[in-house]
């Protein structure tokens, strides 16, 4: 890994040096390039909030005073005035775990995720434990997408609820978001999934990150996945969707409630970086991960060397 | 001439600006946010979701018991003090439905959602370590298929049981016993679990050819918040122990 985390900056100089040679020519061109300016895209992210309204109480448990979704729209608000670009993600599981979801079956959770300006999140296990109808039914209250690709929902209330992807558009780049849900049976009680017809991650994955990449010509492809970071056995993880697929640039994951140190870079079958993280549960805390993209008007090029990880924002 | 080849700059130099612009990503940084009170709170959302706090928290925040243990899940033998507990009052509410019944596994680990901090107990608390509404089911089954269950439990390091002490040795029971006595595979026994790892839930085994099954009509959580609220009533405190029901060895 620690290969794949240097940048080849010489390499990467010399590649970005052709590119403007390219451009040199294109006497009019007034576009971001010739001002020399670095797109900036800042990705926030949840996953498994589980129904955590307010903080953790302060009772002596491991979790106490930790979390809060007044905390969480105050800290988004902020970034949100210091940043043109932010794209806010959930890799499901928003309900379930607190009263709040047993009174009002996710209502408030819902309501407050639009409030915050969430832009899309995922089918996770648990948004099911009302049964498909229990979801549908809040919807109303959402104004963000359900990304899901490898469930197939047409016989079922959500049929015309959920998008397998969404192309988001941001000064200019094309942000392409996906879903990917975790095996349900097993899982679920049937009676709650109903005819929820499951395909697999890592074939599904494939089709729609390489249509968003190719075919739609995304500057950056997302995953907000719900199979979990990793197991101890071969059932399929965010780890082994990463390592099996190819187009993907960062995996939000979720399920295994996993808090990462710093976002995990695997190599993948294109042997480019697909970055992984996660951040535990219950929004104790808030991922974020600034992207900053290099404008050129040309044929799309493939830019051979790995880019730049810092595990620090720029000041 | 010259005025084709200017023409041919101009139309190159016009259809070169009109092709897309395209990104090459360069650079990433990553942080993360601890969400804490060092950070201060939007009062928009406060005021959302305050008339949802104020009209359950009559009910939520009842003291409805003690604990003079925490009852953790966190644990490094196959079992844990919040599974013993677990296990324990469920199986002590639903024998009080059916008298007969030999072992219970109402929950796996994963089903065990959030810990009993030592002290007071509120109803919110039961709430958030059982947030869901599964139902209590005996089953009758038969031994072979008690001995599936028992290597699930085996095989997944340990689970919340009770009435049931086994020793996991090579990832597989042994010396088994079940109700104070040793298990036999020519018996049937009354197994008390949950809709939920009845129907495979987390992948439990040996329930999917009983000889018969009951629904008792107790809620998993209703049977947790009605042992808090009995042993309140006998003016005890909740003191789970480890004691080796399950052992590694």
């Known amino acids: ?315 | 001439m010259k005025y084709t080849l200017y023409s041919f700059i101009i139309a190159a130099i016009f259809l070169n600006s009109c092709t897309t612009t395209h990104y090459a990503l360069t650079k990433s940084n990553r942080e993360e946010y601890a969400i804490n009170d060092k950070i201060s709170v939007d009062s928009s959302v406060v005021k959302t979701y305050l008339p949802y706090k104020t009209a359950i928290d009559n009910e939520m925040n009842k003291v409805i018991g003690y604990t003079d243990v925490a009852l953790v899940k966190r644990s490094t033998l196959p079992e844990s003090v919040l599974g013993n507990f677990f296990a324990d009052a469920i199986l002590n509410q639903a024998k009080k439905i059916q008298p007969n019944i030999d072992f219970a596994m109402p929950s796996t680990n994963g089903g065990l959602r959030n810990d009993v901090a030592k002290g007071a107990i509120i109803v919110s608390n039961i709430f958030e370590l059982m947030p869901f509404e599964n139902e209590t089911v005996v089953f009758n089954l038969k031994g072979n298929d008690v001995l599936e269950l028992l290597k699930f439990i085996a095989s997944s390091g340990g689970q919340p049981v009770a009435g049931l002490k086994m020793n996991i040795k090579n990832n597989l029971p042994e010396n088994i016993f079940i109700n104070g006595k040793e298990f036999d595979i020519n018996k049937d026994y009354y197994v008390l679990t949950s809709d939920y790892i009845a129907s495979g839930g987390d992948d439990a085994k040996g329930f999917a050819n009983p000889i018969g099954k009951k629904v008792l009509g107790l809620k998993i959580r209703d049977a947790l918040l009605k042992e808090v609220n009995d042993v309140q009533l006998e003016g005890k405190k909740i003191n789970t122990k480890l004691d080796g029901r399950i052992t590694k060895n």
């Open chain 1, 1 to 315: 890994m620690v290969e794949l985390q240097k940048i080849n900056r010489r390499n990467f100089i010399k590649t970005g040096g052709m590119v403007g040679a390219a451009f040199a020519l294109n006497l009019n061109s007034f576009d971001t390039f010739a001002n020399g300016r670095l797109q900036k895209l800042t990705i926030l992210h949840t996953n498994d909030v589980h129904s955590r309204i307010e903080p953790f109480p302060m009772d002596g448990s491991r979790n106490q005073g930790l979390g809060g979704t007044a905390r969480r729209s105050a800290l988004i608000k902020k970034i949100r005035a210091e940043q043109e670009n932010v794209l806010l993600l959930d890799a499901g599981d928003i309900f379930q775990g607190t009263p709040y979801f047993n009174k009002y079956g996710g209502e408030l959770e819902i309501k407050l995720m639009s409030a915050m300006g969430y832009d899309a999140t995922t089918l996770g296990n648990h948004d099911f434990d009302n049964g498909i109808e229990g979801f549908y039914k809040q919807l109303p209250h959402a104004n963000f997408d359900v990304l899901i690709a490898n469930y197939d929902l047409k016989n079922t209330a959500l049929q015309n609820s959920t998008k397998p992807f969404k192309i988001f558009k941001k000064a200019g780049l094309k942000i392409g978001v996906f879903g990917i849900g975790i095996e349900l049976k097993g899982l679920v009680d049937p009676k709650n999934y109903g005819e929820t017809q499951y395909f697999d991650p890592i074939l599904k994955a494939n089709e729609v990150a390489s249509a968003l990449k190719n075919e739609y010509h995304c500057d950056l492809v997302i995953c907000l996945s719900h199979l979990g970071y990793k197991y101890r056995d071969a059932k399929v993880s965010d780890q082994v969707l990463a390592a099996n697929t190819k187009n993907i640039d960062l995996i939000i994951g979720g399920h295994t409630h996993s808090f990462l140190e710093v976002p995990e870079d695997v190599k993948n079958l294109d042997g480019q970086i697909t970055t992984i993280n996660q951040v535990g549960f219950a929004g104790i805390n808030l991922g974020r991960i600034d992207y900053y993209f290099e404008p050129y008007k040309n044929k799309k090029i493939k830019i051979g060397t790995p880019y730049q990880i810092n595990n620090k924002l720029d000041v």
